[in-house]
T-cell receptor, first 112, second 114 residues
Framework: NAGVTQTPKFQVLKTGQSMTLQCAQDMNHNSMYWYRQDPGMGLRLIYYSASEGTTDKGEVPNGYNVSRLNKREFSLRLESAAPSQTSVYFC???????????FGEGSRLTVL | SQKIEQNSEALNIQEGKTATLTCNYTNYSPAYLQWYRQDPGRGPVFLLLIRENEKEKRKERLKVTFDTTLKQSLFHITASQPADSATYLCALEAGSSNTGKLIFGQGTTLQVKP
């Protein structure tokens, strides 16, 4: 019973490098989310996908792109990483737009 | 834009007492509000959802209230235990319509001492 799976769990990048965080859910949920969590800032929504084929910006989308590859997968891409993107990234999914969120265990990214 | 305020100071209480955490929002009242628990190094876990037409909701030792006049939700844990020690987050929709864009408060850390 995997739920929401994020990869990688840890990553260190140099400034300017690119990478993609992968997220997959096996609960047949329609909505998927990417959040970042920083000390004292709480969880901030980066991007959101209400359903397969749709994406929408959240509070802090700059420097990120997303792809809703299919119903199961929602990836987050950093094209040119910056130290300000050092954070813990959480993927989440929900059955419907107003439902409870199921979170992954997080991906800890450090940009040097 | 909608903002959520939770007490950033940690709440320390004695085992067996009732813990009360506060969530205030600043603009329009959301259709619903959610509460989550987060342990260190883990993702948040859903606890309760309360809708705008519900004044109170209970689940075992947990109780949530929702006051749209005060723009406030209170989260209570009765007969608290050391295992209840965690950070508690409230969440609600960012927009006035049903967009599903959930935003979170920064959370309040609860420490229950034996």
């Amino acid at each position: 019973n995997a739920g929401v799976t994020q990869t990688p769990k840890f990553q260190v990048l140099k400034t300017g490098q690119s990478m993609t965080l992968q997220c997959a859910q096996d609960m047949n949920h329609n909505s998927m989310y990417w959040y970042r969590q920083d000390p004292g800032m709480g969880l901030r929504l980066i991007y959101y996908s209400a359903s397969e084929g749709t994406t929408d910006k959240g509070e802090v989308p700059n420097g990120y792109n997303v792809s809703r590859l299919n119903k199961r997968e929602f990836s987050l891409r950093l094209e040119s990483a910056a130290p300000s993107q050092t954070s813990v990234y959480f993927c989440a999914s929900s059955e419907w737009s107003s439902g409870e969120l199921f979170f992954g265990e997080g991906s800890r990214l450090t940009v040097l | 834009s909608q903002k959520i305020e939770q007490n950033s100071e940690a709440l320390n209480i004695q085992e067996g007492k009732t813990a009360t955490l506060t969530c205030n929002y600043t603009n329009y009242s959301p259709a619903y509000l959610q509460w989550y628990r987060q342990d260190p190094g883990r993702g948040p876990v859903f606890l309760l959802l309360i809708r705008e037409n519900e004044k109170e909701k209970r689940k075992e030792r947990l109780k949530v209230t929702f006051d749209t006049t005060l723009k406030q939700s209170l989260f209570h844990i009765t007969a608290s235990q050391p295992a209840d020690s965690a950070t508690y987050l409230c969440a609600l929709e960012a927009g006035s319509s049903n967009t599903g864009k959930l935003i979170f408060g920064q959370g309040t850390t609860l420490q229950v001492k034996p």
